[in-house]
């Protein structure tokens, strides 16, 4: 790009940055009229740790994560089918790019568990990875998160008959706010966060059981995937249980479970307790049964923490994201989210190579035979 092209660039990211100053929460707080423009949707997240509910289907419920991991699953599909539908010696562009990433993974696998190992691993491995990555890529898109809306609402009722003498004033309500309050001192609370419409007026006598207002909320049709802990858990559950059966088709029932469960010195101790001429060996051999049983059950309790690790992990780390691109965008929209998306791209990246590489090195060390010699 020419000097002159670099320059205007420039002068439009400057200005898109003084505009997004002036609309987002810095210009508000120094009464700079708003930009409606530039008026950040608000984003309701009614659930933390797993999406929010958008239909039932029978005893199921479909969430806006499982809607987003469905179109996760799809797109893969469509482009894993436009890149291979037709086939060729001489790749084309796409058939390339695949081929080439595909390999660099597979590369990466048989560096790490060798040859053999590595292509039983990699299906599950390229799977995670796959997953992880684009979950947290699609995540970014514009339709992820605020803008399209499923709205949830629900009446407000009176508990008690009498006057209403106060009002809320906000169109915004959180849980168990103050909605409308009775000359008795009754109080009437929001039941959930979300726009309130109000259905009575100051000074309106009310019945029990009358409608007061209706509260409005609207959950995003789509949230990445990456920031459900089920989704994460999920994903934990079938690297750890994929690493167990690696590990036990490896080295045979007997000598995989003997890492876990280890009686054998410890029995050999009690027989010598009873073996006349070698009880004094016996002491010892009880110290060291007594520690290998020790020892094997935190080898279990620790590889049941990987689940938890697995899980958190990558929950808290696209959860941190979501957050963080929320936050520059509600105080400067525009340039200041730009960054931030950059550095998310990266996170995402890594956040996928780190789930496969741990899968990867455990898996390694699972099938490794006799680890003493």
Same mark, same amino acid.
């Given at each position: 790009?020419?000097?002159?092209?670099? &320059?205007?660039?420039?002068? !439009?990211?400057?200005?898109?940055?003084?505009?997004?100053?002036?609309?987002?929460?810095?210009?508000?707080?120094?009464?700079?009229?708003?930009?409606?423009?530039?008026?950040?949707? #608000?984003?309701? =997240?009614?659930?933390?740790?797993?999406?929010?509910?958008? +239909?039932?289907?029978?005893?199921?419920?479909?969430?806006?994560?499982?809607?987003?991991?469905?179109?996760?699953?799809?797109?893969?599909?469509?482009?894993?089918?436009?890149?291979?539908?037709?086939?060729?010696?001489?790749?084309?562009?796409?058939?390339?790019? !695949?081929? %080439?990433?595909?390999?660099?993974?597979? *590369?990466? %696998?048989?560096?790490?568990?060798?040859?053999?190992?590595?292509?039983? +691993?990699?299906? =599950?491995?390229?799977?995670? +990875?796959?997953?992880?990555?684009?979950?947290?890529?699609?995540?970014?898109? @514009?339709? +992820?998160?605020?803008?399209?809306?499923?709205?949830?609402?629900?009446?407000?009722?009176? &508990?008690?008959?009498?006057?209403?003498?106060?009002?809320?004033?906000?169109?915004?309500?959180?849980?168990?706010?103050?909605?409308?309050?009775?000359?008795?001192?009754?109080? =009437?609370?929001?039941? /959930?966060?979300?726009? #309130? $419409?109000?259905?009575?007026?100051?000074?309106?006598?009310?019945?029990?059981?009358?409608? %007061?207002?209706?509260?409005? &909320?609207? @959950?995003?049709?789509?949230?990445?995937?990456?920031?459900?802990? *089920?989704?994460?858990?999920?994903?934990?559950?079938?690297?750890?249980?994929? =690493?167990?059966?690696?590990?036990? /088709?490896?080295?045979?029932?007997? $000598?995989?479970?003997?890492?876990?469960?280890?009686?054998?010195?410890?029995?050999?101790?009690?027989?010598?307790?009873?073996?006349?001429?070698?009880?004094?060996?016996?002491?010892?051999?009880?110290?060291?049964?007594?520690? *290998?049983?020790?020892?094997?059950?935190?080898?279990?309790?620790?590889?049941?923490?990987?689940?938890?690790?697995?899980?958190?992990?990558?929950?808290? *780390?696209?959860?941190?994201?979501?957050?963080?691109?929320?936050?520059?965008?509600?105080? #400067?929209?525009?340039? /200041?989210?730009?960054?931030?998306?950059?550095?998310?791209?990266?996170?995402?990246?890594?956040?996928?190579?780190?789930?496969?590489?741990?899968?990867?090195?455990?898996?390694?060390?699972?099938?490794?035979?006799?680890?003493?010699?």
């Amino acid at each position: 790009m020419s000097r002159r092209g670099c &320059s205007v660039v420039l002068l !439009v990211m400057a200005a898109l940055f003084l505009v997004g100053l002036a609309g987002g929460a810095i210009g508000r707080a120094l009464d700079i009229g708003p930009i409606e423009i530039l008026k950040v949707p #608000v984003l309701e =997240i009614h659930e933390f740790f797993r999406g929010d509910p958008i +239909f039932d289907v029978g005893p199921f419920t479909i969430s806006n994560t499982l809607i987003a991991s469905w179109l996760t699953v799809i797109l893969v599909i469509a482009f894993a089918f436009a890149a291979t539908r037709k086939m060729r010696l001489i790749p084309g562009r796409l058939q390339g790019l !695949v081929e %080439v990433a595909l390999e660099t993974l597979l *590369n990466f %696998v048989e560096g790490v568990a060798g040859k053999r190992d590595g292509r039983r +691993f990699f299906p =599950i491995i390229a799977t995670i +990875f796959i997953v992880v990555i684009f979950n947290a890529y699609f995540a970014l898109l @514009p339709f +992820f998160g605020p803008g399209i809306y499923v709205t949830e609402q629900e009446e407000v009722h009176a &508990s008690t008959s009498g006057v209403i003498v106060e009002l809320v004033e906000e169109e915004k309500v959180e849980d168990g706010s103050v909605i409308a309050r009775l000359e008795d001192g009754e109080e =009437i609370t929001a039941p /959930m966060s979300g726009h #309130v $419409h109000l259905e009575v007026e100051p000074g309106e006598s009310i019945t029990a059981g009358q409608p %007061v207002a209706s509260i409005t &909320s609207q @959950p995003p049709l789509f949230r990445s995937a990456n920031t459900d802990i *089920n989704m994460t858990l999920a994903l934990a559950l079938v690297a750890v249980v994929s =690493i167990e059966l690696w590990g036990l /088709m490896s080295r045979g029932f007997r $000598h995989y479970i003997s890492e876990y469960i280890s009686f054998g010195q410890l029995a050999r101790g009690i027989k010598l307790l009873f073996t006349r001429g070698r009880a004094s060996a016996a002491p010892l051999a009880l110290l060291t049964g007594v520690i *290998n049983v020790i020892m094997g059950m935190l080898e279990a309790v620790s590889h049941m923490t990987r689940i938890i690790s697995f899980a958190f992990r990558l929950f808290g *780390n696209m959860t941190a994201g979501e957050i963080l691109l929320l936050s520059a965008t509600f105080l #400067v929209p525009w340039i /200041m989210a730009i960054p931030f998306y950059g550095l998310e791209l990266l996170i995402g990246f890594i956040q996928a190579l780190i789930f496969g590489g741990l899968t990867l090195v455990w898996a390694s060390m699972a099938v490794a035979h006799a680890t003493e010699d």
